[in-house]
């Protein structure tokens, strides 16, 4: 496998030597107290975005028209919010970063966290080479350990075969790596054979690319093998195309008012360590990562549910669903944090190219290739999971999620936009965060 400690698409940070190198800040403080239109001035100075491409954030994203020619039986559209995760500062370089979600309080979560690691740095970023495995599926095979063999030995026919499909991925410096052979001699169905192309699909997330390519070698292979082809489909358990994050926070960064910085690193290792050893509990640390990744690939509309399988898959890799992540002290007492997966996405083809929305938000990412994006995508999902244990080991998940439940609940009081915060802050204040109360502010601050 590819080393995933060397390859990073900008220069690695020096612990926040040069933070001030970056041309553009990822730090806007208050960003979120601002107006609607105020937040989206900023990110389009940021991002240089058109006034078309404002008009795409704040009027008209996907119509239902072009809905209907993305997919069959079309009837409309359906949203969500989009914002911006602040703080970022990735290999050296700072980042906003869009993110599609619903719930309230995970954008908030991860700019705090992002902030916390720039405090240690930032985050160093790789990936391995993006290489995809498709599969073939061989059935009435009359001799397993034969069929491998020869399989194996026209390797080379069969990759230059497979290369025939997409010159243009080929062009760029992708296409065939390998052919694996995985003899199964006992499954329900009797003995069976699968065959692996590991394909480089370069920046293309590469599901067409890779279906194409078993397709057309498939005969061939079934010929090899004198037995017959069934499935021809790309893997979404994606091994060999990982992404790694990985940053370390200072320990006195972490402290509270009432927990030392030492005794937080202790207590979030403490956390991780029940996500290792506890399916139940690596389940919902999971999902924790994946509202941030999730996030980043509606925003930049790539696959989330490929993104969601290979995860899973892979937590589960050794046979035991586990977490995603390392958190533990390290010898100087700070806290070293790192996650590991597999993270196929692309920056040409699918709906990047399509869907007004993942344009804009695309510009605003501004990344160069689907290894950088899978990058962001690893530090995103490293900070969501931060955000979360942190505030688990120290004050509760519920303290943070106060003022978004109170924004809500001001919002189903019927409070126009421009007074949601106004009432939400008194709520929180008054400690009695229900929609009774809030149509009673809501009324005073009318009257006033
Ligand atoms: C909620 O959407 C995500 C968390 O449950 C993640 C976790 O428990 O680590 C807070």
Redesign the pocket.
Known sequence: MTDLSTKHTHAPSDNGANKTDSPKSSRLPGFYKKSLTDRVAMVAKWADLSAEEQAVLLEQGLTAGQAANMIENGIGTTELPLGVACNFFINGRDYLIPMAVE?PSVLAAVSASAKLIREGGGFTATTTDPVMIGQIQLLDIPDLEVAAATIQAHKEELMAQANQCSPSIVARGGGARDIETRPFPDTPVGPMLIVHLLYDTRDAMGANAINTAVEAIAPRVAELSRGRANLRILSNLTDRRLARAVCTIPAAALATKEMSGAQVARQIAEANAFAVVDPYRAA??N??IM?GIDAVCLATGNDWRAIEAGAHAYAARNGHYSALTDWHVDANGDLYGEIVLPLAVGVVGGATKVHPTAKVAMKILNVQSAAELAQIMACVGLAQ?LA??KA?ATVG?QHGHMRMHARQVAMAAGTPDDLVETIAEQLINEENIRVERAKEILNMVREA
Request: charged share 20%; hydrophobic share 35%.
């Open positions: 719930e919902t640390h999902k924790g509202n999971n979360a244990i688990m998940i």
